[in-house]
T-cell receptor
Framework: TQLLEQSPQFLSIQEGENLTVYCNSS?????LQWYRQEPGEGPVLLVT?????EVKKLKRLTFQFGDARKDSSLHITAAQPGDTGLYLC???????????FGGGTRVLVKP | NAGVMQNPRHLVRRRGQEARLRCSPM?????VYWYRQLPEEGLKFMVY????????ESGMPKERFSAEFPKEGPSILRIQQVVRGDSAAYFC?????????????FGPGTRLTVT
C-alpha cells in the first residue's frame, strides 16, 4: 500500500507571510495532484505535476514535484485570507487508476 | 457543462437501515471513482467503475458495501445495515478516461450520519 504523508497538519499564519506544505512518500507516483477543499464541499483540483523536477506556478502558488517523483511541495507567497482551506496532495500509481491522498494540511491565514 | 452531481448532499440513517448514494459524472465522462473521508482525515479510495463494470474495488469493505454504474443512470454506492462507523463524507469523482494522467473531478459529496 502506498502512503503519502503531508506536513504540517495545521498551519496558522498572518496575511502576507509565506508558507510551504510538504507531501512525502517512499513510493514513486506517475503523477501528483494538489487539491483544495472548503468545508462542506468536494476537493477542487489546483494542479497536476507529472515529470520529476517539474515546477508549476499558479499566481501566488508554486508546486514542485521531486526529481524521484516521491515527494512534492506547495509554496504560497504573500498568503491572503482567501487561501484559508484544507490542502490535499494525491498521488496516482504508475499502473493504477486510483488516487492515494495525504492526510491534508489545514491552512489558516489571519487578516 | 455541469460538474459532478451527487445526491443527496446530506443523509441521516438509523443503525441497520440502508443508505443509497448517487453520483452523476460530468458529461462525457465514463469513469467513476468513490472515496470516503472521515472527519479531519484525507480521502480514502473505495472503488473504481466504468459503465456496467467494476474495475477496482480494493478499497471497499468486504461486507455491506456495493457499487454499480449501470448503462443508463447514475452510479450508486449502497451501504446495507449501516453502523455508526459508516458516518463520513462520501465523494464521487469522474474522469473521461481511466488513465490517471487525466484529472479526476470531484462532486460536492454526500454526508452520511448514522444515528
Amino acid at each position: 500500500t502506498q502512503l503519502l504523508e503531508q506536513s504540517p497538519q495545521f498551519l496558522s499564519i498572518q496575511e502576507g507571510e509565506n508558507l510551504t506544505v510538504y507531501c512525502n512518500s517512499s513510493s514513486v507516483f506517475s503523477s501528483l495532484q494538489w487539491y483544495r477543499q472548503e468545508p462542506g464541499e468536494g476537493p477542487v483540483l489546483l494542479v497536476t505535476v507529472v515529470t520529476g523536477g517539474e515546477v508549476k506556478k499558479l499566481k501566488r502558488l508554486t508546486f514542485q514535484f521531486g526529481d524521484a517523483r516521491k515527494d512534492s511541495s506547495l509554496h504560497i507567497t504573500a498568503a491572503q485570507p482567501g487561501d484559508t482551506g484544507l490542502y490535499l496532495c494525491a498521488g496516482a500509481e504508475a499502473a493504477g487508476n486510483k488516487l492515494t491522498f495525504g492526510g491534508g494540511t489545514r491552512v489558516l491565514v489571519k487578516p | 457543462n455541469a460538474g459532478v452531481m451527487q445526491n443527496p448532499r446530506h443523509l441521516v440513517r438509523r443503525r441497520g437501515q440502508e443508505a443509497r448514494l448517487r453520483c452523476s459524472p460530468m458529461k462525457g465522462h465514463s469513469h467513476v471513482y468513490w472515496y470516503r473521508q472521515l472527519p479531519e482525515e484525507g480521502l480514502k479510495f473505495m472503488v473504481y467503475l466504468q459503465k456496467e463494470n467494476i474495475i477496482d474495488e480494493s478499497g471497499m469493505p468486504k461486507e455491506r458495501f456495493s457499487a454499480e454504474f449501470p448503462k443508463e443512470g447514475p452510479s450508486i454506492l449502497r451501504i446495507q445495515q449501516v453502523v455508526r462507523g459508516d458516518s463520513a463524507a462520501y465523494f464521487c469523482a469522474s474522469s473521461p478516461l481511466g488513465d490517471l494522467r487525466y484529472e479526476q473531478y470531484f462532486g460536492p459529496g454526500t454526508r452520511l450520519t448514522v444515528t
